[in-house]
């Protein structure tokens, strides 16, 4: 079963705008992470944030989660070409990582 | 160095037939997992091995489905008496280490049809 839900479900940009994309949950968890997945590299982590953290920083991306709303968003900032991919959030609520993805957010960022 | 890889990366086979997938994680990680991944869909969890021993089976579906890493390195997944719903993606990771903060790294998956 899926545990988060990505919003929107679809998201088109033209290069150089922001694309900022949510995801929920259901059950209290341990970390929150995000993935890319598109045809060339298949699915790749991009960040981890831990429960007891708000707001974390990797290059061009942000993360932000709220856990009392049970919700977190990827922000990407100037977006390029290559930044076209399906998004996923993927919590885990134990000590490893059986984690569980969302159903994820289609990017197209458009040259 | 080498990624994951997963072999073969297509798989056509018949209704009723049985089929392996193969895993090669990152040489040295010790954690392995498998995930389907149907369309539209995020993966989902199928099991999770620490060594050689399977830690967490519980998002195997039904008892068509088994998974061995006998040497604590490759690991295949089985499935037996293939039905058409057993179609997806079927996604293999691996990490350094068990923790919950240790990157997964994943393979390029294997598509597996069932006509």
């Known amino acids: 079963s899926q545990q988060g839900e990505e919003d929107p479900q679809a998201l088109s940009i033209q290069e150089g705008e922001n694309a900022t994309m949510n995801c929920s949950y259901k059950t209290s968890i341990n970390n929150l992470q995000w993935y890319r997945q598109n045809s060339g590299r298949g699915l790749v982590h991009l960040i981890l944030?831990?429960?007891?953290?708000r707001e974390k920083h990797s290059g061009r991306l942000r993360v932000t989660l709220d856990t009392s709303k049970k919700s977190s968003s990827l922000l990407i900032t100037a977006s390029r070409a290559a930044d076209t991919a399906s998004y996923f959030c993927a919590t885990d609520y134990g000590g490893y990582q059986k984690v569980t993805f969302g159903t994820g957010t289609k990017l197209q960022v458009i040259p | 160095g080498a990624g994951v890889s997963q072999t073969p990366s297509n798989k056509v086979t018949e209704k009723g037939k049985y089929v392996e997938l193969r895993c090669d994680p990152i040489?040295?990680?010790?954690?392995l997992y498998w995930y389907r991944q149907s369309l539209g869909q995020g993966p989902e969890f199928l099991i999770y091995f620490q060594g050689t021993g399977a830690a967490d089976d519980s998002g195997l579906p039904n008892d068509r489905f088994f998974a061995v890493r006998p040497e604590g390195s490759v690991s295949t997944l089985k499935i037996q008496r293939t039905e058409r719903g057993d179609s997806a993606v079927y996604l293999c990771a691996s990490s350094l280490g068990a923790s919950s903060t240790d990157t997964q790294y994943f393979g390029p998956g294997t598509r597996l049809t069932v006509l």
């Open positions: 040489s040295g990680h010790t954690a």
């Open positions: 944030i831990r429960s007891n953290e």
